[in-house]
């Protein structure tokens, strides 16, 4: 199935996943957890001993010097006064700092999370998480508290995974994700199907995918960095026999992790590369991972999120980007950057959904590489003007076996699976029909 055909079914999906999920009423509480979230900010810096005085100019530096904040959380730092210009507490000045235009107003913020908690029992996870950390901010800024310790209290997963798996938004998302993936299985030609899921965490998105897969001819590589969260999903998918554990540093060149024979036909990485010094380096990465014609599902959130600065951006991997020329002062990237540096990084075809991406913060970005690969074009012994064989592949799986022996022997060979939609037989008639390539 094409990229396009699959971000269409994406869309489609939508709606009747938002109305199931409740997704209306976490967009309902949406602006009042930002105001929550700008509050904590201002608390935490009142707190380190800041004092607001209308007019005053400041610089990140002398914030960071006066309430002994870590240089560590310099970008951090910029970021939670840009929430208090967006305010209007501050204004960014010409300069490049800070000009204080009115005192935080003074709040209770236990009262108000509690009311949240009340009205939107729906959002607990999102809120409990935020809340957490939003009142030790002061603490985290200055190293009196771990971030981790925040996220995952006492070692436990259980408060992330809730999030991942219980928000309304991760639900929807999740189930479009289901959905884009069983769309590329009914168009992936019978025969081995290998998925790859980098950085898989909590396993909130394997836990959707998983059920879509066919048993009998999938094998599924969870792979992350930690191998906490590796041991977690060994009990918890342990009734997948097809799904094996790997650690994998996608920022590292895959090949000297052992991956240098792995092709795979569909890899996952959901709300991860963000999380890379360089995205160029780090798409490089995957595309080596995928066979000709493989499909990258890459989900990704669109800009900032104020309740995420304030948990998740309490770590370092949220802000380890060095890429500045891509993303010059924030890690995510609108939907329409991912397409151009996806394309710089070879992949052939590239397509977005669902079509309102923005407005959801959330994008699910399909890219597939060229069926075959430059490196992999015919051998001179072929000769210019040479034939090209299209098969038209068959469910037992006869055309797939043909064409291996065909390009073993240097001939031009493109197979059209049985069940290949949406105009993509017409494509491979165009593309064997090409001069080959010298």
Known sequence: MRVSALARRITAALPPAAERHGLATEYELFPQLEALSADYVAEALQQLGWRFESGQYLAGDDVMQACGILPRYRRLLTRLLDILAEEGVLARSAAGGWEVRRAPQPVNLRER??????????AEGQLRLTGACGEQLAGVLTGAVDPLALLFPGGSLELAERLYRESPKAQVFNGLVQEAVAGAVAGHASGRLRVLEIGAGTGATTASVLPVLPAERTEYVFSDLSPAFLSRARERFAGYDFVDYRILDIERDPAAQGFSDERFDLVLAVNVLH?????????????????PGGLLLLVEGTGPERWIDITFGLTDGWWRFADTAVRPSYPLLLPARWSELLAEAGFAEVAV???????????????????QPANTRPSPLAGEGAPAWLILGDVSGVGERLGALLRASGQRCLLAPATEEDGALEEMIREAAREPEQ
């Open 113 to 122: 999370w509690d009311a949240l908690l009340a009205r939107y029992p729906i």
């Open 275 to 291: 999380a890379t010094a360089d995205l160029a380096q780090t798409l490089r990465h995957v595309r080596s991972l995928l066979a």
């Open 353 to 371: 959904g669902p079509a309102e991406a923005e407005e959801h913060r959330q994008a699910i970005l399909l890219a597939r590489t060229a069926a």
